[in-house]
């Protein structure tokens, strides 16, 4: 049964998140594992980052112009129709989604390969909580930087329609800018944060549990890393309207 199985998954889920959320025996190695985590998860992402905001930006101005030609519509709805879709959605959503494709299926197969490799098992004999000491700096860490990915996803993303203003003739900057500015709500800022924070826990903490209990070969780390990006996907979507629901209503 479908039912069953999606029950006893969440359950050993759970039981992997205690194990994982655990005092760690040594501060000094948790620290610089999380440090070590921020750049390989966080700052490695950021020039993927940058280049899908600014298409996407530059794509949500055009799409935008080209449907709101009515002489009904206000000038600015442009920048302003742009500007709620970046930060209502973009910024926080469809890039926690791209991030779960790059970041989750890393740690999967990072996971998956110390685990057929009995890397993870020798951790164990040696009395190490490997769970906590693999999985918890990738999380916190992940999860301390999510933040200024989302910041930068944002800027840039903005910065593409300003790149379309300039160089093209589809709408003038000033009208752009100006609708960027209109009726601006800053809660729209902390909306998009706080739903990062959430998503980004899910990204590295189902992307772990798929590659720390892989069993098999090779062929099984790689489907625990496409496992993982599926399943992350659906929490970030499903969570994404209950966040929603709360946070806007």
């Keep these: 049964?479908?039912?069953?199985?999606?029950?006893?998954?969440?359950?050993?889920?759970c039981q992997f998140m205690c194990r994982v959320f655990s005092i760690p025996d040594r501060w000094k190695i948790f620290f610089t594992r999380t440090v070590a985590e921020i750049t390989k998860l966080g700052i490695d992402s950021i020039p993927l980052v940058l280049v899908i905001s600014v298409f996407i930006g530059a794509v949500c101005t055009i799409q935008m112009q080209l449907n709101i030609m009515s002489p009904l519509i206000p000038a600015y709805s442009t920048g302003l129709a742009t500007r709620e879709i970046i930060l209502l959605e973009f910024s926080n959503s469809i890039l926690c989604l791209i991030l779960a494709g790059k970041v989750g299926s890393n740690i999967a197969s990072e996971i998956g390969t110390m685990r057929v490799t009995e890397q993870i098992d020798a951790l164990d004999i040696m009395g190490v909580n490997s769970a906590n000491f693999l999985v918890l700096p990738k999380v916190i860490g992940f999860l301390l930087f999510m933040p200024v990915l989302v910041v930068f996803?944002?800027?840039?993303?903005?910065?593409?329609?300003?790149?379309?203003?300039?160089?093209?003739?589809i709408i003038p900057l000033n009208r752009?800018?100006?609708?960027?500015?209109?009726?601006?709500?800053?809660?729209?800022?902390?909306?998009?944060?706080?739903k990062s924070l959430f998503f980004?826990?899910?990204?590295?903490?189902?992307?772990?549990?798929?590659?720390?209990?892989?069993?098999g070969g090779a062929l099984e780390v790689g489907k625990a890393s496409t496992n993982a990006v599926v399943a992350s996907s659906i929490l970030i979507l499903l969570l994404d309207v209950v966040l929603t629901k709360l946070l806007l209503q």
């Excluded at 049964?1 to 889920?13: N, P, V």
């Excluded at 944002?154 to 160089?167: D, K, Q």
């Excluded at 990204?203 to 892989?214: C, E, L, N, P, R």
């Design 176 to 194: 752009f800018i100006y609708g960027i500015q209109t009726m601006f709500q800053e809660w729209y800022v902390w909306y998009g944060l706080i």
């Design 153 to 169: 996803c944002i800027f840039t993303s903005i910065m593409g329609g300003v790149l379309i203003s300039t160089f093209t003739d």
């Design 1 to 13: 049964m479908i039912i069953t199985d999606s029950l006893a998954t969440f359950g050993r889920y």
């Design 200 to 215: 980004s826990f899910i990204i590295t903490s189902v992307a772990a549990f798929y590659g720390y209990y892989v069993n």
